[in-house]
């Protein structure tokens, strides 16, 4: 036997065996769809906060986005209207995987102006939301969605 065959192998890193095995096990298309099920699930809760019934906004939401929002160039009662109803439409789009990448935009879009104007203080959240987002607009919606199933992705 020669000196290399008897020379003792480095032990194996057991953190790049962890990594290795579940990228081999956790397809790319159950990442997006839960990605795309997370983040829809955090706008339509907060789109549905803001009506009662199937779409009427409430006054409370109306109060909200006067005192408490105030994005700058929109009047409150437009804002109110966008914010709530891109919630529910995009959240919708999101969870059939349809438009997926314009949906991730305009939520990013919407995060940004959430983080600088209303709560720059959330910014660990936003950030979160923000990665969520980044990822679906990159890869869009996966195997698992209407959009690949339409070839529009």
Known sequence: MTAAALAPRPAANPYRLVAETLTRRVPESAIGLVTRLGVAGVFFLSGRSKVDGFL???????????????????????????????????????????????????????TTVIEVFVYPDAWPTHLSWAALLLYLIARGGGALSLDRALKLD
């Open 56 to 110: 009427h906004i409430t006054d409370g939401t109306y109060t909200l986005f006067r005192e408490d929002y105030r994005v700058p160039l929109v009047p409150p009662e437009i804002a109110a209207h966008m914010a709530t109803y891109s919630e529910h439409l995009f959240s919708i789009l999101l969870v059939l995987g349809l438009f997926t990448r314009v949906s991730a935009l305009a939520f990013l879009g919407m």
